[in-house]
């Protein structure tokens, strides 16, 4: 089970950042990641925490900007985003697979959190 938060009304160039907390799994072998899905838009990885040998990818939109950590002892994945822009607006969903390349497939799914960025 994958629970986020963190969400919420910030302008453009504000900060805010996400907390994915997870349970009913081996945390520490999966990669936990970040997708997101803008009104009218496809589904679109962000960025993703690989908890087996602690590797991070960001989607090439993001870099620079957000930056993704991981707690093991809390079982919790941080997405911290900054410089946030008018497009950055969508809900964003963490993700549990067992690598990150399949992030968007993955088996476990949040629920959601909704983040939008007013200009």
């Known amino acids: 089970q994958l629970q986020a938060s963190g969400g919420g009304l910030v302008q453009a160039g504000g900060s805010l950042r996400l907390s994915c907390a997870a349970s009913g799994f081996a945390f520490d072998d999966y990669a936990i990641g970040w997708v997101r899905q803008a009104p009218g838009k496809e589904r679109e990885g962000v960025s993703c925490?690989?908890?087996?040998?602690?590797?991070?990818y960001y989607a090439d939109f993001v870099k620079g900007r957000f930056t993704i950590s991981s707690d093991s002892a809390k079982k919790t994945v941080y997405l911290q985003m900054n410089s946030l822009k008018p497009d950055d607006t969508a809900v964003y969903y963490c993700t549990a697979a067992p690598i990150c390349e399949v992030i968007t497939r993955a088996h476990y799914w949040g629920q959601g959190t909704l983040v939008t960025v007013s200009s």
């Open positions: 925490f690989s908890n087996s040998d602690s590797a991070q």
